[in-house]
Every structure is written in structure tokens, then in C-alpha cells.
């Protein structure tokens, strides 16, 4: 089983970037996916999620900013992140679960927006 995230980097405030989730070795039309991230000094919070169904969930904060979608035909989630804050710095996580099954974090990928 592998959940592996790429597309972290640097970035100016009021860009975009668009994280990777490359899943494998699970089904990913069964999995609940989520984007977690992690500030210093701070816990992880969910930043979104796409259910089994595609319904989607987002935090308050990223409303209206941030998409997430998956790709079946590459097994891979993606978290779009348009007008960028400072607020947005820290290390992003992907989690794959299915109650019950499984339960599978990625190693993280940074994310640094400067004002």
C-alpha cells in the first residue's frame, strides 16, 4: 500500500498550487480520502474530503479556495489550493481510509506561502 504526496513548494501569497495524492495498492473508489495539514506548534487539521460517493467536505478556512478531486483512471486525489494565505503554510497530509480496512497517512509534502 502506498499514499504518496507530491506537489508541495513555495509560494507567493494570492497563488496557487495543486497537491498530488498518488494512491496504491487499495481501492480508491472505496477509500474516504482526505487533505490534512499540520502548522508549527499546531495539530493536524482537516483541510478536506472526498467520500466514496464524491461528496465533499471542507474546512471553514478553505472554503470557496481549495478543490479537491480524484482521478480513477490514475488512482490519484488532488487538492487544488487557489488565492493562497500565509495561513495556508505548514505540511500537508493525504489519508486513505475505509472503516473497518484501512487506515493510510503519506509522509507529508510542505507547503510555504509568504506574504
Known amino acids: 500500500v502506498q499514499v504518496v504526496e507530491s506537489g508541495g513548494g513555495l509560494v507567493q501569497a494570492g497563488g496557487s498550487l495543486r497537491l498530488s495524492c498518488a494512491t496504491a495498492?487499495?481501492?480508491?473508489?472505496?477509500?474516504?480520502m482526505g487533505w490534512y495539514r499540520q502548522a508549527p506548534g499546531k495539530q493536524r487539521e482537516l483541510v478536506a474530503s472526498s467520500t466514496s460517493g464524491d461528496a465533499e467536505n471542507y474546512a471553514d478556512s478553505v472554503k470557496g479556495r481549495f478543490t479537491i478531486s480524484r482521478d480513477y483512471a490514475n488512482d490519484t486525489v488532488y487538492l487544488q489550493m487557489n488565492s493562497l494565505k500565509p495561513e495556508d503554510t505548514g505540511v500537508y497530509f493525504c489519508n486513505s481510509r475505509r472503516p473497518n480496512a484501512w487506515d493510510y497517512w503519506g509522509q507529508g509534502t510542505q507547503v510555504t506561502v509568504s506574504s
Open positions: 495498492g487499495m481501492t480508491l473508489r472505496l477509500s474516504i
